[in-house]
C-alpha cells in the first residue's frame, strides 16, 4: 500500500520569493509521482510527473520537483511565485503495473501576497 | 466534449434521500475513476472503471454507496440513503488507458451538500 504526506497544510509567501512545498511517500514498491494544482473554483490539473528517467521534472509554467528516492520524497519547487500561482497543490503516488489509482496526500495551500 | 463533465454542479438533499451523481468522460478514455474530496478525508479514491466493469471498488465507503459505467462512456455515482457524512465534493477523472502512467483529466466535481 502507498501513502503521501505533505508536510505543510498551508504556505504563504510573498511575490516573486521562492517556494518548496513538501511531499513524501511511502510505497513497498516503486511508484510513479504527480503534482497536481486546484486553481480556486476549478478543477484538478496535472502539474507534473515523474515516471521514470531524469529525477528533476519540470512543468512549463516554472515549476519543478526532484524524485528522492532515498529520502521518498517529491518536493515541488519554484524559484520565484507569482499571484497567479496562489491554489491548492496535491501531491499524489499511483502504482506501475496497475491502473492509475492514485494516492493522494492532505493538500497545500500556497497563497501568494503581493 | 473537450473535458470531463459533471452534473450537477451543486446539490443539496435532505438526509435520508437518495442522490445520483453523472459524470461524462472524455470521448474515447476506457477509464474512469471516481474521487471524494472532503474537509476531513482530503482526497479518496472511490471506484475505478475499465469500459463498464469495476474492478476495483475498494474505496466506496458503505453499500449505500454505488455506481455502473454504460456503453464505456457515462458513469453514475448513486447514493442511498444520504447522511452528512456524505456532504463532499465529488469528483470523477478519467485517462485513455488504466495505465499508471497516463494522465488522469479531472471534472470540476458536484458538491454534495446533505441537510
Known amino acids: 500500500a502507498q501513502s503521501v504526506t505533505q508536510l505543510d497544510s498551508q504556505v504563504p509567501v510573498f511575490e516573486e520569493a521562492p517556494v518548496e512545498l513538501r511531499c513524501n511517500y511511502s510505497s513497498s514498491v516503486s511508484v510513479y509521482l504527480f503534482w497536481y494544482v486546484q486553481y480556486p473554483n476549478q478543477g484538478l490539473q496535472l502539474l507534473l510527473k515523474?515516471?521514470?528517467?531524469?529525477?528533476l521534472v519540470k512543468s512549463i509554467n516554472g515549476f519543478e520537483a526532484e524524485f528522492n528516492k532515498s529520502q521518498t520524497s517529491f518536493h515541488l519547487r519554484k524559484p520565484s511565485v507569482h499571484i497567479s500561482d496562489t491554489a491548492e497543490y496535491f501531491c499524489a503516488v499511483s502504482a506501475p503495473g496497475g491502473y492509475n489509482k492514485l494516492i493522494f496526500g492532505a493538500g497545500t495551500r500556497l497563497a501568494v501576497h503581493p | 466534449g473537450a473535458g470531463v463533465s459533471q452534473s450537477p454542479s451543486n446539490k443539496v438533499t435532505e438526509k435520508g434521500k437518495d442522490v445520483e451523481l453523472r459524470c461524462d468522460p472524455i470521448s474515447g478514455h476506457t477509464a474512469l475513476y471516481w474521487y471524494r474530496q472532503s474537509l476531513g478525508q482530503g482526497l479518496e479514491f472511490l471506484i475505478y472503471f475499465q469500459g463498464n466493469s469495476a474492478p476495483d471498488k475498494s474505496g466506496l465507503p458503505s453499500d449505500r454507496f454505488s455506481a455502473e459505467r454504460t456503453g464505456g462512456s457515462v458513469s453514475t455515482l448513486t447514493i442511498q440513503r444520504t447522511q452528512q457524512e456524505d456532504s463532499a465534493v465529488y469528483l470523477c477523472?478519467?485517462?485513455?488507458?488504466?495505465?499508471?502512467?497516463?494522465?488522469?483529466?479531472f471534472g470540476q466535481g458536484t458538491r454534495l451538500t446533505v441537510v
Open positions: 515523474y515516471l521514470s528517467g531524469s529525477t
Open positions: 477523472a478519467s485517462s485513455s488507458y488504466g495505465q499508471g502512467n497516463t494522465e488522469a483529466f
